[in-house]
């Protein structure tokens, strides 16, 4: 019965594990957060967005950036896995 759990199982959880940690990097990814920081500080520069809404939408991307650092951290550190 172990061999079965071992032949049938493991790979499986091998995939949802490879699948939950590709999905959590494209869900908070760090780079384009930071591309959305920079392209709300140039709206702003120019004129297209007023102080207000330029204030409300960074702090808003900087909790996310928040978020999605400690999300990469538990990623890179092995905290995250699949529970079987």
């Given at each position: 019965m172990f061999v079965l759990d071992d032949l049938l199982f493991?790979?499986?959880?091998?995939i949802v594990d490879a699948l939950h940690t590709a999905a959590?990097?494209?869900?908070?990814?760090?780079?384009?957060?930071?591309?959305?920081?920079?392209?709300?500080?140039?709206l702003?520069?120019?004129g297209e967005r007023s102080e207000e809404a330029y204030e409300r939408r960074r702090?808003?991307?900087e909790e996310e950036l928040?978020?999605?650092?400690?999300?990469?951290?538990?990623?890179?550190?092995?905290?995250?896995?699949?529970?079987t």
């Amino acid at each position: 019965m172990f061999v079965l759990d071992d032949l049938l199982f493991r790979p499986l959880v091998g995939i949802v594990d490879a699948l939950h940690t590709a999905a959590l990097d494209e869900l908070y990814d760090v780079e384009a957060i930071e591309d959305e920081l920079k392209e709300n500080q140039l709206l702003y520069e120019l004129g297209e967005r007023s102080e207000e809404a330029y204030e409300r939408r960074r702090a808003e991307l900087e909790e996310e950036l928040e978020i999605a650092r400690e999300v990469h951290e538990e990623l890179t550190s092995g905290r995250v896995e699949v529970k079987t």
